[in-house]
Each structure stands twice: as C-alpha cells, then as structure tokens.
C-alpha cells in the first residue's frame, strides 16, 4: 500500500511562498497519479492539484490555478507543491493521496499545517 508523508508547511503572510513536499513510504509513487488536498477549519477536505507521474500531466482547482505548482521528482519518490502568492483562505491542512482523476483513494496521512496571514 502507498503511504504518503507531507511536510513543509509553516506560517506565513499573505503573497509569500511555500513548497510542501510528500515523499513515499513503504512503495513507490511510481504508475500512480498522485494529489494534493486541504482541509480548512469547519470544512470538507477540497482537492486542490494532481499529477499522472508517469506523464506529468497536471490538474488544478480553479481557486489555485496560477498560483499553485505540482511536480514530482522520480529519484526522490517525492511530490511538491509550490505555493505562490498564498491568500488567507489558503490556510489549512494539506495532504496529498493516491488519486484516480481528483478522487482520494488511498489513506490519510497527517497532513502538513498551512497558515497564512493577512
């Protein structure tokens, strides 16, 4: 079974950057398409990017669409998401998945806390 391991979040003010990054653990990441999800205080978890790794065809959610970047580094087994000009209502927690489309399918890790500041 894929695990998957976020890390790289912080606190930071509205316009800033974050890179979150989400390594692999017990297999690869490998043939699978992987996603990124948040969910902020009082709502649903919302799917946020994902990438086909073997091709790296992206897809994103409109509310992050030219800020937000997914990529995937094969010799690292490794996901990221950068994270530009970051808004208020970026604030959450992040995770990513296995995805089929922009639908989880695998289990949750703990996430990586996002907060930004106005």
């Known amino acids: 079974q894929v695990q998957a391991v976020e890390s790289g979040g912080g606190l930071v003010q509205a316009g800033g950057s974050l890179r979150l990054s989400c390594a692999a653990s017990?297999?690869?990441?490998?043939?699978?398409?992987m996603g990124w999800f948040r969910q902020a205080p009082g709502k649903e978890r919302e799917f946020v990017a994902a990438?086909?790794?073997?091709?790296?065809?992206?897809y994103y959610a409109d509310s992050v669409k030219g800020r937000f970047t997914i990529s995937r580094d094969s010799a690292k087994d490794t996901v990221y998401l950068q994270m530009n000009n970051l808004k208020p209502e970026d604030t959450a927690v992040y995770y990513c998945?296995?995805?089929?489309?922009?639908?989880?399918?695998?289990?949750w890790g703990q996430g990586t806390q996002v907060t930004v500041s106005s």
């Open positions: 998945n296995v995805v089929l489309h922009t639908t989880p399918t695998g289990s």
């Open positions: 017990g297999r690869t990441f490998a043939g699978y398409a």
């Open positions: 990438i086909i790794w073997s091709t790296r065809t992206t």
